[in-house]
């Protein structure tokens, strides 16, 4: 008599939820040991806030008059901190990219490995990145005169909005990377990245703006982002009068945003990366 053949069980949704983070902590430690083999990526990386910081605090300080009086490189450095981190979408989008076109994302989807695990690898990958970034234009900015006036917790609640942005906005580079396929694409995207940062109140109030050009920049979410950090860092007066929601409430358009981002982005690029392997 032949005994029944047993059928493997489907892991339960815990099991599934701790091989996909098993898996992505592993890429993760891909993602970082790349930067190891790569020092010149990790160095440009880590300077180019720092150059933002001097290059955009000296030449501009001179000329822009802030809003209710105040230093300028006050104004100025939560619009850097919130203009470094929408231009990671690009990083993510390049590196996802540059994984499709050489065939790196097929290898993947050969091993025993959770599906979803390389997104989530990618965008864990690119916190880290940020932690770095950011804490070296905040180094920098302390040089330069930059100061948080409202205490250890606003401070840390600053930092922690800009980094779930920028974790919503690495889903949303992971898409897009998926999407284009290839990195000659990828790179031609990034200058589209610089009008979306610079029409907003990173640099300059946006009161003098044209009508047309005003709207845009205060529902920019960049714009929210910024006037959130310098609301929680204490470094601007308070908007006008008539300013847009987004501007008058800006954390909760930045908590807003994020929310949309990932509820948006995180499907599409697992449902994407698993329909490439099909």
Request: proline share 6%; charged share 15%.
């Amino acid at each position: 008599m032949t005994a029944p053949a047993l059928v493997p069980s489907r892991p339960s949704w815990a099991g599934r939820l701790r091989w996909t983070f098993a898996d992505g902590l592993t890429l993760i430690g891909r993602e970082l040991g790349r930067l190891r083999r790569r020092p010149g990526e990790l160095v440009a990386a880590l300077i180019f806030p720092a150059i933002m910081v001097v290059l955009f605090g000296y030449v501009f300080g001179s000329a822009i008059r802030v809003p209710g009086g105040g230093g300028y490189r006050e104004y100025l450095m939560p619009g850097l901190f919130a203009m470094v981190t929408f231009t990671s979408v690009m990083a993510v989008t390049m590196r996802v990219a540059t994984d499709a076109s050489r065939g790196v994302m097929d290898r993947f989807r050969s091993m025993p490995m959770a599906r979803s695990a390389v997104p989530f690898g990618q965008t864990g990958a690119e916190m880290l990145n940020g932690v770095l970034g950011l804490a070296i234009m905040a180094v920098t900015g302390l040089a330069v005169g930059w100061r948080a006036h409202r205490g250890l917790v606003s401070t840390a609640e600053a930092f922690l909005l800009l980094g779930l942005m920028r974790y919503a906005l690495a889903w949303a580079g992971c898409y897009l990377g998926l999407v284009v396929k290839n990195e000659q694409t990828a790179d031609q995207l990034i200058p589209l990245v610089f009008p979306v940062t610079m029409l907003s109140n990173s640099f300059v109030p946006t009161g003098g703006m044209p009508a047309v050009l005003r709207v845009i920049a205060e529902w920019n979410p960049v714009s929210a982002l910024t006037a959130a950090c310098r609301r929680l860092f204490g470094n601007a007066a308070a908007p006008a009068g008539d300013a847009a929601w987004p501007v008058a409430h800006p954390v909760a358009a930045s908590l807003l945003w994020s929310a949309v981002l990932l509820a948006v982005f995180v499907p599409l690029s697992i449902r994407t990366h698993q329909r490439r392997g099909r």
